[in-house]
T-cell receptor, first 117, second 117 residues
């Protein structure tokens, strides 16, 4: 199956700083990428959907100025957590979907654990 | 709006035995996809099985099979000959067909399955 990578896998940052998480589709072109947040033993919460070259669509309650999403190419999307605070500590997962012939297939990255101190 | 319900937060099964995880959903759509994803302790999301709503035949993938009851809006997962490696959180998910690649997955709350030796 298709591979999606995330970098970094773990990151610790100080309160007030910003941190960027990268999501890459390694062997296919991802027309759509999704960003999720997951708390321990909980389900995935969709934060936003991004399409290459256009602005991300954020879910209700997600602060777009705090969680900046950029989908600059068909293989790369980034999530930047700006002015991070301890409550932003979480597990962030991206996923990617290809073109119409794979429109139902969604491939997940391995996740990034963010700890804000 | 679509919803997905998993009523079993935790389940346990003995190795080599069979276990069934339940999932119900609510939608007014006639065509959609249903999925079961597995999230082991590594937290990598893995697709277990997929069912297209227009197909009457239940999907099967090796030891994993589903019981898809469209009228009842039920989509249970049966794991046969359970193995220790099946220990994971299992998520049921729904996705509309209309809208293509931008359609988002609607996840249930998950069932934590523990396979006991």
């Amino acid at each position: 199956g298709a591979v999606v990578s995330q970098h970094p896998s773990r990151v610790i940052c100080k309160s007030g700083t910003s941190v960027k998480i990268e999501c890459r589709s390694l062997d296919f072109q991802a027309t759509t990428m999704f960003w999720y947040r997951q708390f321990p033993k909980k389900s995935l919460m969709l934060m936003a959907t991004s399409n290459e070259g256009s602005k991300a669509t954020y879910e209700q309650g997600v602060e777009k100025d705090k969680f900046l999403i950029n989908h600059a190419s068909l293989t790369l999307s980034t999530l930047t957590v700006t002015s991070a605070h301890p409550e932003d500590s979480s597990f962030y997962i991206c996923s990617a979907r290809g073109g119409w012939e794979r429109s139902y297939e969604q491939y997940f990255g391995p996740g990034t654990r963010l700890t804000v101190t | 709006a679509q919803t997905v319900t998993q009523s079993q937060p935790e389940m346990s099964v003995q190795e080599a035995e069979t276990v069934t995880l339940s999932c119900t959903y609510d939608t007014s759509e006639s065509n959609y996809y249903l999925f079961w994803y597995k999230q082991p302790p590594s937290r990598q999301m893995i697709l277990v099985i997929r069912q297209e709503a227009y197909k009457q035949q239940n999907a099967t993938e090796n030891r994993f099979s589903v019981n898809f009851q469209k009228a009842a809006k039920s989509f249970s997962l049966k794991i046969s000959d359970s193995q220790l490696g099946d220990t994971a959180m299992y998520f049921c998910a729904f996705m509309r067909v209309i809208g293509g690649a931008t359609n988002k997955l609607i996840f249930g709350t998950g069932t934590l399955l523990a396979v006991q030796p």
